[in-house]
T-cell receptor
Framework: NAGVTQTPKFRVLKTGQSMTLLCAQDMNHEYMYWYRQDPGMGLRLIHYSVGEGTTAKGEVPDGYNVSRLKKQNFLLGLESAAPSQTSVYFC?????????????????FGEGSWLTVV | GQNIDQPTEMTATEGAIVQINCTYQTSGFNGLFWYQQHAGEAPTFLSYNVLDGLEEKGRFSSFLSRSKGYSYLLLKELQMKDSASYLCAANSGNTPLVFGKGTRLSVIA
């Protein structure tokens, strides 16, 4: 069972370079999320999507863009990478809408993408 | 806004019991999740509390008091493999999950 798959798993970027993180889920989930996790800061929401063709800003959206052209994919883009974007990025998806989750319908995470900007 | 607080680090002895607390201030609160995250891995679901009281799942139990904005995760008969970060997350309104900063638990022999 693939679940939520993120590519690439590791990447080193130079300041100013651009890149795209790909998240793919095979659970037919409507809702998808991008979080970043930094030491001492926990998981913080970057952007999320409530369906194909929709995106919304989270807590820390600056410096990132996202697209949801297909239901199963949620792309996170860095147009001009900065050292402050060095982080672990987690994609997640859910069957139920934000705020309506339950123990049987929770959020499923990908394995993470480690990004270093030098 | 939403605010979730939990201790940064805790240490406990193998075989002992440890309680990890979480306090939250959110609007439109629906329930409280607990996740476990081993180093270098994704968070995995442990428990979800909607109603006040204690829910037990084997060695792990979770408690919620909605009136006090308080939850705790109780781990019994600690094992070395329980060394991990434990994240609480509030399920509120129509917004995606908001996570606390996580509590790093170290289990020592």
């Amino acid at each position: 069972n693939a679940g939520v798959t993120q590519t690439p798993k590791f990447r080193v970027l130079k300041t100013g370079q651009s890149m795209t993180l790909l998240c793919a889920q095979d659970m037919n989930h409507e809702y998808m999320y991008w979080y970043r996790q930094d030491p001492g800061m926990g998981l913080r929401l970057i952007h999320y999507s409530v369906g194909e063709g929709t995106t919304a800003k989270g807590e820390v959206p600056d410096g990132y863009n996202v697209s949801r052209l297909k239901k199963q994919n949620f792309l996170l883009g860095l147009e001009s990478a900065a050292p402050s974007q060095t982080s672990v990025y987690f994609c997640a998806s859910s069957y139920t809408p934000p705020g309506r989750m339950s123990s049987g319908n929770t959020i499923y995470f990908g394995e993470g993408s480690w990004l270093t900007v030098v | 806004g939403q605010n979730i607080d939990q201790p940064t680090e805790m240490t406990a002895t193998e075989g002992a019991i440890v309680q990890i607390n979480c306090t939250y201030q959110t609007s439109g609160f629906n329930g409280l999740f607990w996740y476990q995250q081993h180093a270098g891995e994704a968070p995995t679901f442990l428990s979800y509390n909607v109603l006040d009281g204690l829910e037990e799942k084997g060695r792990f139990s979770s408690f919620l008091s909605r009136s006090k904005g308080y939850s705790y995760l109780l781990l019994k008969e600690l094992q070395m493999k329980d060394s991990a970060s434990y994240l609480c997350a509030a399920n509120s309104g129509n917004t995606p999950l908001v996570f606390g900063k996580g509590t790093r638990l170290s289990v020592i022999a």
